[in-house]
DNA sequence: GATCATAGTCGTCTGCCTGACGATAAACAC
DNA sequence: GTGTTTATCGTCAGGCAGACGACTATGATC
């Protein structure tokens, strides 16, 4: 049977990105203000069309580059310096999540180091950093007593399931060191998986479990204080990518 | 800024299904002949084109009830009989893999019990289970000596992860149970672990294992002795969606 | 410079879970 | 009855995690 364009309905594609980073012991995610309808004005995911010629990985990696200047990681090199590890994450095609035209947005997960501030086309008022419970919390007041209006389209759904894969992803995998820099102690990997979960981990006993992980976390040889207190040894992500047994996430 | 079809490329969007089942102590897959150019006369996975009032979950489901007869287990209903668990897998999008047009898959991953024959438009010589192994070996020959040709498109890939996705998604999680009938023993249970994952498990700590976990397993109070040998108690699964501590695959 | 606060690192102990495996129980086939 | 098959219970040793004590090495403060 010959290409018949009548025998199925076009859909437009997109990619959205939840790009995540932790900053100030917080899990934040990058916000875009749409600068037109539907929902002008409001906070977004950052993303867009896919090119005609573009495999859906590319199209991620392009939208992040554009949005933070961040090369992905590509899978195939296990250790890449400042490069953000990228991923898909699920399809959201629901027929009305657009009110324009039926659009399937195929969203992507991004983790990144602390950055310095987003640009989103150049314009900083127009992009953020936001601490992902305050993204999510919908229609409540943010931290400045300001009412927050929620994500526009389903955005608030697609950043709630990439924070949960972030969340889960970092028991079983050396994904945490994602959001470290290229070179960490021990003590910040455990703040990160602190802010992420959102609870407090022992450090004994978690430097006692990243440390004897083969292959977790391999060591420079150089010290640093810049956390204060005792210096502290630095450490490069080593080549594992599942760790087992895997970090516990302990119960409520 | 009205809709302008200019400002994006048409893509067709589809749903592709990975079936599994466990028949004859084997993972089993549906696979399906294709009738038409390209890759006519080939095996493929089901599935088929996204309708444009139809969200992808529920076309997985259209296509999932035309090709099995399964209806597809409402995620809100914790257990319900004889229907499939239907769960999103991940979006396949390369630009050239399919050479009539950009089509943009949107794979969902299926999991049933042992089932009669399938039908596929009601000729069931276009459609059957087939082991894993052998759709997946490309270019090698089947059991039965005759030559094996690889999945049309990229259903190979697709297969693969999905499969991978429910080898380790049993370990976490109760989902190995979606492979059983309503009502069955823990022996049961542990033939689909050791088809899924491949390898042979102790009777005796499996045992200890799944019934000392809590929401896991829910006696009914029968027995059955319709695999031989002592009468076994019959369960059906508990409410309990995760597993903690999970099932651990054994290494290598 | 003594003291304090902050982080980092090493140990210990106890309880739980797992893997290996022995032993018993209840059906069916002959 | 005897053997075979499957189910179920128990035991034991090793490993890992959580709780927590102790000590170390910096910078900050008086």
């Known amino acids: 049977m010959p290409y018949d364009p009548s025998a199925f309905p076009p859909f437009a ?7 995540l980073t932790v900053r100030r012991h917080s899990l934040c995610a990058l916000a875009v203000r749409r600068g ?10 950052p993303g867009g069309f896919v090119r005609a010629d573009e495999d859906l990985a590319q199209a991620a990696a392009r939208e992040l580059a554009e949005e933070t200047g961040l090369r992905a990681h590509d899978p195939s090199v296990p250790v890449q310096d400042n490069g953000a590890h990228l991923e898909q994450l699920a399809t ?4 009305k999540r657009d009110p324009r035209m039926r659009v399937v947005s195929v969203a992507h997960l991004a983790l ?21 419970e305050e993204l999510l919390q919908q229609g409540g007041y943010g931290r400045d007593g300001e009412p927050v209006a929620p ?15 972030a969340r889960s992803k970092i ?3 050396s994904l945490a060191t994602a959001f470290c820099p290229p070179e960490f102690t021990v003590g910040e990997l455990r703040r990160v998986y ?34 204060g207190g005792r210096p502290a040894q630095l450490f490069r992500a080593g080549g594992a990518t599942y760790l087992n047994p895997p970090m516990l996430r302990p119960e409520v």
């Open 36 to 45: 037109e309808p539907p929902f002008q004005g409001r906070w977004a995911l």
């Open 92 to 95: 959201y095609g629901d027929p």
């Open 194 to 227: 602190e802010a992420v979960w959102g609870v407090a981990l022992d450090p004994r006993n978690f430097h006692r479990k990243v440390t004897g992980t083969p292959g977790f976390l391999v060591p420079t040889g150089g010290t640093t204080t810049r956390q």
């Open 151 to 165: 994500l526009a389209f389903d955005h608030a759904q697609i950043l709630a399931d990439g924070v949960e894969r």
């Open 13 to 19: 594609v997109t990619v959205d990105l939840v790009v």
């Open 112 to 132: 990144a180091p602390d950055l310095p501030a987003p640009r989103a086309g150049g314009d900083a008022s127009n992009a953020r950093w936001a601490p992902v």
């Open 171 to 173: 028991e079983y995998s």
